[in-house]
């Protein structure tokens, strides 16, 4: 009880320091990077039902699709602007031979997903399959490659098959029924190969990493950005063995970081939770803004230049899976609190861009902090999606420093946040994107947008936010998160004057 009294007391305060928020937007700042757009990556894993019925019901099924491709889903991803999209894992990806997924359907070897449930994958969702989806979006594909279980010859195999526009690989490629090479960029050498993907050390993934990347080509004008396996969370050993080992020899770096209760017993449900509950994950999720200078230090004591990038090509969060569903398919639902933890995650991220150069939240369908659910034929939209495709207008566009002082709240497990988060940028027509969030359950913030230069003219915008914080959209029944026009930002001066609800999420565009 003490600890509760204690953590109510520090909300408490936090909530009367957070009544006014004051933030100084630098829009004549200089030499400031560009927000990547694969900031808003998303990861496509076969994994329960992320794949098939996800993204895949095939060309006879009676739910709607485009040559297999369910329609519903494909629209939404095309509002999302997903910029690339990593596949086909995760911890499968280390089990995943790739010939197995080309060629006729009928001729494809079906095996048991061992991490994933046990169930039985047929393989009718391949290599093709993957390449075509990213190409009609216009999506680039990031692939995994098998490292755990696969061999070198494999991997380089794979590359070639993609991307040569001549030899045997190209030719078996034309003979299942694709001529011309994809353009694929991002290669991942292993997934987590600390653990599920070779339970390997720094220094022995180190080595095998060369290896592979050596033997994995650039054919016919296309260039692979080769990523190396990274650490897991707070292994920072991890980062500063690879970079002393590997540095000039990979593009990229990986890391890992989930919102997770723990990795053994409970993991919390993802809709009934307690007002400390909530807090608790908030503050473990904007944990990852301290996770990302640490790892950043040691990159640049290597790497000034900032040549090797990091990518966050795994994170989000982890809850107990719904009733009903097999345990390892990891099918939760998604409420306003996932959208929260969606949006501080993002304004950090887009604070990183001068070495946080990619992020692929888990999972795009179905699975864990998932943008889209799918029943059979019913399709909804989570809180989490509507966060992304309000924030997509950070895509590309230029990073404008802000400055703003804030009050905190320490959460149960002793963890400090801070209770109010906002990131801005310019997009290529001059427009002035300003994200805002007011994590607090029952305290609103007034917040000033006030300007170096500019006089801003108008103001609109979006929010969203519910009349209750467990709120979830879930199938047959009216949504019950949605965005909504925001028409409480006022033009003052040169500022901007607004009030944020509580535990709301709001994007405006400024001109």
């Known amino acids: 009880m003490k600890k509760i009294i204690l953590f109510l007391s520090a909300l408490a305060v936090s909530s009367l320091a957070l009544a006014q928020v004051k933030v100084s937007v630098r829009e004549t700042a200089q030499d400031q990077p560009v927000i990547p757009a694969e900031i808003y990556g998303q990861f496509s894993e076969h994994l329960g039902r992320c794949i098939y019925e996800g993204i895949w019901v095939g060309p006879d099924s009676s739910i709607p699709n485009v040559d297999g491709y369910r329609t519903d889903v494909l629209e939404a991803f095309k509002a999302l602007k997903v910029p690339v999209l990593r596949w086909p894992g995760g911890?499968?990806?280390?089990?995943?031979?790739?010939?197995?997924?080309?060629?006729?359907?009928?001729?494809?070897?079906?095996l048991v997903n061992n991490n994933w449930g046990s169930t039985v994958e047929d393989n009718s969702f391949g290599t093709h399959e993957f390449l075509n989806l990213c190409e009609m979006l216009g999506i680039e594909p990031y692939i995994s490659g098998n490292v755990g279980s696969g061999t070198v010859e494999e991997l380089a195999k794979w590359v070639e098959y993609?991307?040569?526009?001549n030899g045997s690989m190209a030719e078996l490629r034309a003979k299942n029924g694709?001529?011309?090479?994809?353009?694929?960029?991002?290669?991942?050498?292993?997934n987590e190969t600390w653990g599920c993907g070779g339970d390997m050390t720094a220094d022995y993934y180190a080595d095998v990493y060369k290896r592979y990347a050596l033997?994995?080509?650039?054919?016919?004008?296309?260039?692979?950005?080769?990523?190396?396996?990274?650490?897991?969370?707070?292994?920072?050993?991890w980062t500063r063995t690879m970079m002393q080992k590997d540095r000039d020899k990979m593009d990229g770096l990986s890391l890992h970081y989930y919102t997770c209760k723990?990795?053994?017993?409970?993991?919390?449900?993802?809709?009934?939770?307690?007002?400390?509950e909530y807090y608790n994950v908030l503050a473990k999720s904007v944990e990852i803004d301290e996770v990302l200078r640490n790892h950043e230090a040691i990159m640049d004591a290597f790497d000034p230049d900032k040549?090797?990038?990091?990518?966050?090509?795994?994170w989000g969060t982890w809850f107990d899976v719904e009733p009903g569903y097999n345990p390892g398919h990891l099918f939760q639902q998604n409420t306003m609190r996932d959208a929260m933890v969606a949006a501080l995650s993002l304004n950090i991220f887009q604070k990183h861009t001068e070495r946080l150069k990619m992020a692929n939240i888990a999972q795009i369908v179905n699975v864990l902090q998932a943008m889209i659910l799918t029943k059979g034929p019913q399709m909804v939209l989570t809180p989490t999606y509507h966060v992304f495709r309000m924030f997509n207008v950070h895509q590309n566009a230029t990073y404008v420093p802000s400055e703003y002082n804030c009050g905190t709240l320490v959460s149960a497990e002793g963890r400090v946040m801070e209770n109010f988060s906002a990131c801005a940028s310019r997009d290529a027509a001059g427009a002035l994107h300003v994200s805002l969030a007011n994590p607090s359950l029952d305290k609103p913030v007034t917040v000033e947008l006030a300007f170096d230069q500019l006089k801003p003219k108008t103001v609109s915008g979006e929010i969203l936010t519910?009349?209750?914080?467990?709120?979830?959209?879930?199938f047959g029944k009216a949504p019950a998160v949605a965005p909504a026009a925001f028409s409480g930002a006022k033009v003052s001066?040169?500022?901007?004057?607004?009030?944020?609800?509580?535990?709301?999420?709001?994007?405006l565009e400024v001109k």
């Open 307 to 314: 040549r090797v990038a990091l990518l966050l090509d795994e």
């Open 91 to 110: 911890c499968f990806a280390d089990e995943y031979h790739w010939m197995d997924g080309i060629g006729p359907k009928e001729n494809r070897p079906k």
């Open 178 to 190: 694709r001529k011309e090479p994809w353009k694929v960029k991002y290669l991942g050498v292993g």
């Open 493 to 507: 001066g040169k500022t901007v004057k607004l009030t944020l609800p509580a535990a709301s999420v709001v994007v």
């Open 262 to 276: 723990g990795w053994t017993g409970s993991k919390g449900s993802a809709t009934d939770f307690t007002p400390e």
């Open 162 to 165: 993609m991307t040569a526009e």
């Open 466 to 474: 519910a009349s209750d914080v467990h709120a979830y959209n879930d």
């Open 215 to 237: 033997y994995s080509r650039n054919y016919s004008g296309n260039r692979l950005f080769k990523v190396a396996c990274g650490a897991s969370d707070y292994d920072y050993n």
